[in-house]
T-cell receptor, first 116, second 110 residues
Framework: NAGVMQNPRHLVRRRGQEARLRCSPM?????VYWYRQLPEEGLKFMVY????????ESGMPKERFSAEFPKEGPSILRIQQVVRGDSAAYFC??????????????FGPGTRLTVL | GDSVTQMEGPVTLSEEAFLTINCTYT??????LFWYVQYPGEGLQLLLK?????DKGSNKGFEATYRKETTSFHLEKGSVQVSDSAVYFC?????????FGTGTSLTVIP
């Protein structure tokens, strides 16, 4: 049973470029969460999505950041016009909340974004 | 709002020593509590969880008890190994997100 998949694992962008981070949840999970981890810090919530819906984006920066989880395919976190401060590890997690079995979130290996 | 306060590190222990990493929380309602472990360059792995007061989560020799009266969820292990060297995160589930502590780095030396 494959876990949460994220790609790419490492991404290098120059200032002003766009970054696209992908996340495929665990099989049977339809709830996806994105977190950002800055160096030496814990994870900070960004956004919570279900298929085709953004449920909670209270942690997303108001500009340049967007997220989607289409009916088919992975969830995408998109960062436009990246700046050096966007350099961080971005983690995706998934859960199967609708089953009632667990609110446990299972994490992917992360995408480490470096902005030059 | 909900939050987690975690013992600051780094922590360095000799192999077979006893480990405690303190975690306290603030929450409305009755959240589930978690410990995650992160090895260098990797994502977070669920270590253990507890879903209600007085529950004890345990895994791989680690354990933590959900204490509502002290709002704590301290992580313990009786005898650490070099392979336990990692960063440990305490977390609580609150609404649509998890709230994480800042992490405690553990290094176990032979």
């Amino acid at each position: 049973n494959a876990g949460v998949m994220q790609n790419p694992r490492h991404l290098v962008r120059r200032r002003g470029q766009e970054a696209r981070l992908r996340c495929s949840p665990m099989k049977g999970h339809s709830h996806v969460y994105w977190y950002r981890q800055l160096p030496e810090e814990g994870l900070k919530f960004m956004v919570y999505l279900q298929k085709e819906n953004i449920i909670d984006e209270s942690g997303m920066p108001k500009e340049r950041f967007s997220a989607e989880f289409p009916k088919e395919g992975p969830s995408i976190l998109r960062i436009q016009q990246v700046v050096r401060g966007d350099s961080a590890a971005y983690f995706c997690a998934s859960s199967a909340r609708e089953t009632g079995a667990a609110d446990t979130q299972y994490f992917g290996p992360g995408t480490r974004l470096t902005v030059l | 709002g909900d939050s987690v306060t975690q013992m600051e590190g780094p922590v360095t222990l000799s192999e077979e020593a006893f480990l405690t990493i303190n975690c306290t929380y603030t929450a409305t309602g009755y959240p589930s509590l978690f410990w995650y472990v992160q090895y260098p360059g990797e994502g977070l792995q669920l270590l253990l969880k507890a879903t209600k007061a007085d529950d004890k989560g345990s895994n791989k020799g680690f354990e933590a008890t959900y204490r509502k009266e002290t709002t704590s969820f301290h992580l313990e292990k009786g005898s650490v190994q070099v392979s336990d060297s990692a960063v440990y995160f305490c977390a609580l589930s609150g609404g649509n997100q998890f709230y994480f502590g800042t992490g405690t780095s553990l290094t176990v030396i032979p």
